[in-house]
Nanobody
């Protein structure tokens, strides 16, 4: 059973940076991994995803050029480096994993989820 745990969220001013981490239990190095976010009153939306070997990365248009997803399979950890943060980036950020090799932008494409970490960007 794969378990995911996010960390690194917090309060930051607009223009600042945060790095989120997602630690996985179990051998997830063959899993594609994704980051999603959910703001109050809104649906969960895709932010970024990465294949098992890091060879392919996808980003939502809203974060492209500001966020970078990466992974360290030796540490079973996936990261989301977030720069130039905006108030509209405020949300709970979730890590997700899937054995499907396709980088889905839909939450339905992922089998395992973390509990989420809050990111708040003040203006």
């Amino acid at each position: 059973q794969v378990q995911l745990g996010e960390s690194g969220g917090g309060l930051v001013q607009a223009g600042g940076s945060l790095r989120l981490s997602c630690a996985a239990s179990g051998r997830t190095f063959t899993y594609a991994m994704g980051w999603f976010r959910q703001a109050p009153g809104k649906e969960r939306e895709f932010a970024a995803a990465i294949t098992w070997n890091g060879g392919t990365r996808n980003y939502a248009d809203s974060v492209k050029g500001r966020f970078t997803i990466s992974r360290d399979n030796a540490k079973n950890t996936v990261y989301l480096q977030m720069n130039s943060l905006k108030p509209e980036d405020t949300a709970v950020y979730y890590c997700a994993a899937t054995t499907n090799g396709v980088l889905s932008t839909s939450p339905r494409g992922y089998d395992h989820w973390g509990q989420g970490t809050q990111v708040t960007v003040s203006s």
